[in-house]
């Protein structure tokens, strides 16, 4: 579709994002001895949820990081959420009580398409995820856009990252 591959199994990115993590591929996230998946992760004042990976014995903080799936591509820029996401929010509010703890709190953003000049979140979409997005970050939260590239044997992420545009689109 569009300029190449899309990928729209969303359980395959954090896979994918684990091993290049293991692998010092992602800038910002290189160094840790340990890459653990699926991490409960229950703070105190939230429901307790999980979050795709957790990151230890490294050259920072320990963190915990969710893997969100993009493919909605709006003129130039990527954008994620593709329909309302509560779970989202949710995701949003527990990376932000990671960093209330002192652990990195990171929303790793997972390009899955070939196109796209930057990531922005889908404001006409999900307002509110917007929105909490914007607030998490002004508060510690690091945002990562990751592109992954496919082809017809395999899907990899080489470390190239994409700028991030958290604006009220015009």
């Not at 703070?43 to 999980?50: E, H, K, N, T």
């Not at 969100?68 to 929010?89: H, I, M, Q, Y």
Request: proline share 7%; charged share 25%.
């Amino acid at each position: 579709m569009g300029q190449g591959w899309i990928g729209v199994n969303t359980a395959r990115p954090n896979a994918v994002l684990a091993e290049a993590i293991a692998a010092d591929r992602i800038p910002g996230l290189g160094g840790y001895g340990s890459v653990r998946r699926e991490v409960p992760f229950a703070p105190v004042g939230l429901p307790a949820g999980r979050l795709d990976l957790g990151l230890s014995d490294g050259p920072a903080a320990d963190a915990l990081v969710e893997i969100k799936n993009v493919t909605l591509l709006d003129g130039e820029r990527l954008c994620f959420p593709d329909a309302r996401s509560e779970r989202g929010r949710k995701h949003l509010d527990l990376l932000a009580a990671a960093v209330a703890q002192g652990r990195r709190g990171i929303i790793l953003f997972a390009l899955n398409r070939p196109e796209g000049r930057f990531f922005a979140p889908a404001w006409a979409v999900d307002p509110a995820y917007a929105e909490r997005l914007r607030d998490v970050v002004g508060v510690g939260v690091e945002a990562i856009a990751a592109r992954l590239r496919h082809d017809a044997d395999a899907i990899e992420a080489d470390g190239t990252t994409l700028p991030i545009d958290l604006s009220l689109p015009a």
